[in-house]
T-cell receptor, first 115, second 115 residues
Framework: KAGVTQTPRYLIKTRGQQVTLSCSPI?????VSWYQQTPGQGLQFLFE???????NKGNFPGRFSGRQFSNSRSEMNVSTLELGDSALYLC??????????????FGPGTRLTVL | AQKVTQAQTEISVVEKEDVTLDCVYE???????LFWYKQPPSGELVFLIR??????QNEISGRYSWNFQKSTSSFNFTITASQVVDSAVYFC????????????FGAGTRLFVKA
């Protein structure tokens, strides 16, 4: 079974631009979560999508948004980039059975650098 | 408030030593899930273990063992006879049972195992 894939792996943007990152979950996984990892703040939860609906959201400004498609693939978008948005963005997928939370499988991440 | 504290920022041991990584969590939920993940230098998080709040049984998997104590809100991880390949950052994480993933990660403990 293929793992979680994220594209692109590396991205360099300038302040004020916008960026779209893509995540393909493991086949059959309907839950996709996004995390931001920085040296200063660690791993922070951005949002989670399940069956094309945002189910949970972290404490990030509205410049961070996402969506999920019917095939469970997900994208996240960051508009009006700031220097502080430079980070490793990780996507994770999981199966959820009722109210049981299984482990999340993480992709390799997209390294975003904002200049 | 939900919180995960990994007080040990970095630990350095010599190969074959035993090492324990501490994790203390805070949550008001009665049902929740705890996880440990490993992030090797390659960057991709790897799932190690999941525990739900109703299962306080300790677990051993090869050289890895976990001690879950609700009374002290701790979920500690021990590596027995450490090896150089164990060098990585280890994250403890909490997923409250709020309907969907909203995982809170600890800051991580960087483990160096020297030959």
């Amino acid at each position: 079974k293929a793992g979680v894939t994220q594209t692109p792996r590396y991205l360099i943007k300038t302040r004020g631009q916008q960026v779209t990152l893509s995540c393909s979950p493991i086949s059959g996984h309907r839950s996709v979560s996004w995390y931001q990892q920085t040296p200063g703040q660690g791993l922070q939860f951005l949002f989670e999508y399940f069956s094309e609906t945002q189910r949970n959201k972290g404490n990030f400004p509205g410049r961070f948004s996402g969506r999920q498609f019917s095939n469970s693939r997900s994208e996240m978008n960051v508009s009006t980039l700031e220097l502080g948005d430079s980070a490793l963005y990780l996507c994770a997928s999981s199966t959820t059975l009722g109210r049981s939370y299984n482990e999340q499988f993480f992709g390799p991440g997209t390294r975003l650098t904002v200049l | 408030a939900q919180k995960v504290t990994q007080a040990q920022t970095e630990i350095s041991v010599v190969e074959k030593e035993d090492v324990t990584l501490d994790c203390v969590y805070e949550t008001r939920d009665t049902t929740y899930y705890l996880f440990w993940y490993k992030q090797p230098p390659s960057g991709e998080l790897v799932f190690l273990i999941r525990r739900n709040s109703f299962d306080e049984q300790n677990e051993i998997s090869g050289r890895y063992s976990w001690n879950f104590q609700k009374s002290t809100s701790s979920f500690n991880f021990t590596i027995t006879a450490s090896q150089v390949v164990d060098s990585a950052v280890y994250f403890c994480a909490l997923t409250p049972n709020t309907g969907g993933f909203k995982t809170i990660f600890g800051a991580g403990t960087r483990l160096f195992v020297k030959a």
